[in-house]
């Protein structure tokens, strides 16, 4: 015979309401943390698992949220960047019992009718986190229609009703830039990905641009490379740059896996780095510390981009009042080896 609320509460010795607020995590303020632990260790001993479906039935909640990211070509469940985000919205979710759906779209799967707005109205979860999902998208369109509360992580719009969660890209790359130009440097490449699919890369080269207009600096086109967000785009952009006559004296990148690819190659042509052309990353994933030259580059926090968004989303479908629909996190500027610095500063 299954085990009910009522027999939990009976052996608790609490009432049915005091169980029933331990398992929904509803109202928990009003029970006590030591009568919380005595509930939770007779739920664990009497082997009593609450039946989801009936209790989305009862609350018009799922416990399910949806993480949708998009791959460009090829899934990237290796990427470190997306993974990290992935960690801190798990983590918050995980503290709510909030169960993750985890969804992905390729950039061909929008031009099918009514993909999105099918996936938007399912009904199997309570909210959507959507991480990065390409410039000017049928899915953001089709979200911002549907019913279900959504944030958007990694990207931003200038909507006041559309809640994101973003670093300052912007001010990441004006960071690098005005290291760059302070080292002496005159000649910038740009090696990116695509800036029709990504937000976050069409912002940083639009902050690269910028500085070079600022700084009365000319943008040539022949020293922009944009493909995807690997190693080979990284590598690819330097065999370009170098078939030319004129070389770039810094060659500023879009994310940390580009500039990875980038210094291999180099290195490979026995190019030497910093020596004849300084080079930037933008993310400080773990490994580029250790690479040689150790990257300079742009912190990006991305653990704690995820767990924003995440608890952004639970106060939207709890339909708690927010300060603020757009949050922006800092970046910081890692000064590292492979600019000049230190070796400027040593003269």
Known sequence: MAVTIKDIAEKAEVSVATVSRVINQKDIH??????QERVNQILKEMGYYPNAMARGLKTQKTQNISVVFFWYDRPLFTDYSLMRVLDGIANFLNEKKYNILMN???REMGT???????????????GILAIAPPVDSQFFKDLKQGRLPYVLVNYQVNDPEVCFVDCLNTQGIFDVMEHLFQLGHHRFAFIGGDIH???NTLDRFNAFKYMLK????????????????TEETGAHGVKKLWSLK???TAIVTSNDIIALGAIKQLRSMGVQI???????????????GFSDPALTTVHHPLYDIGYEAARMLWNKIGKTPLDYSHRFFPTRLIIRESCGYYLKTKN
């Open 30 to 35: 009003k029970v006590g943390k030591k009568t």
């Open 104 to 106: 992905t779209f390729d």
């Open 112 to 126: 099918q009718a009514s993909v999105y707005a099918s996936f938007v109205n399912n009904g199997l979860s309570d």
């Open 197 to 199: 699919f990504s937000k």
């Open 214 to 229: 600022k700084k009365n600096s000319a943008l040539k086109d022949e020293y922009v490379y944009l493909g995807n967000w």
């Open 246 to 248: 004129t070389k770039p």
């Open 274 to 288: 910093p020596q004849e052309v300084a080079i930037t990353g933008f993310d400080d994933i773990p490994t580029v």
